[in-house]
């Protein structure tokens, strides 16, 4: 684990030793959150951007962080993407090869897949068209991140099944909305 990661878990980890993880969860959401539970103990609904605790292996709670899978065969695009994700609290895992994306998503369950066009062995809309085609991943939204940027490519990648589409270069801004859109 990433020191700088490590650190983001310790800010983040929320702590309670007399109570049950399940107790705290709620405790966060109702308190810190200031949701009251006037449902009869229901959990209350939360806004698209608030993420749900979890359990770690010590039994502290902490925030989920959503994942977010960069298919890219750029290292400095996966680096770039993925430094600007992390400052949003996303955690970002990055692949250089596309003809791992399957297994990659098998062992990491990312909740939204940046996926560039332009790749060798195995394009991007190869890609999002087998991964569409597929019963395991096809809820997984996939938003093409790539320098094909004319109406004919975004058609294209709209027909293999993609969500998004955001054209290289991108801001910060275009990156995140998109991401904010489908994660």
Not at 15 to 21: D, E, N
Not at 52 to 60: H, N
Not at 150 to 157: E, M, Q, R, T, V
Request: overall charge positive; some cysteine.
């Amino acid at each position: 684990m990433h020191l700088k990661l490590r650190q983001q878990r310790q800010v983040r980890r929320f702590r309670s030793a007399a109570k049950g993880p399940t107790d705290a969860c709620n405790e966060l959401i109702n308190k810190d959150l200031g949701i009251k539970d006037t449902s009869g103990g229901e959990m209350p609904k939360l806004a698209a951007d608030v993420h749900l605790c979890s359990v770690d292996k010590y039994g502290e709670s902490s925030p989920v962080q959503k994942k977010v899978l960069i298919v890219d065969d750029s290292p400095s695009e996966v680096r770039l993407m993925t430094g600007l994700l992390e400052k949003e609290g996303y955690w970002p895992v990055g692949l250089n090869d596309p003809r791992r994306v399957e297994e990659a998503i098998t062992n990491d369950r990312p909740n939204v897949i940046l996926l560039d066009v332009v790749m060798p062995d195995r394009n991007g809309f190869q890609v999002c068209r087998d991964l569409k085609g597929n019963a395991d991943f096809s809820r997984i939204p996939v938003i093409m991140v790539t320098s094909k940027d004319s109406a004919s490519d975004k058609f294209w990648g709209q027909q293999q099944g993609a969500d998004g589409y955001v054209t290289k270069p991108f801001t910060r801004e275009e990156l995140l909305r998109a991401v904010r859109r489908f994660a």
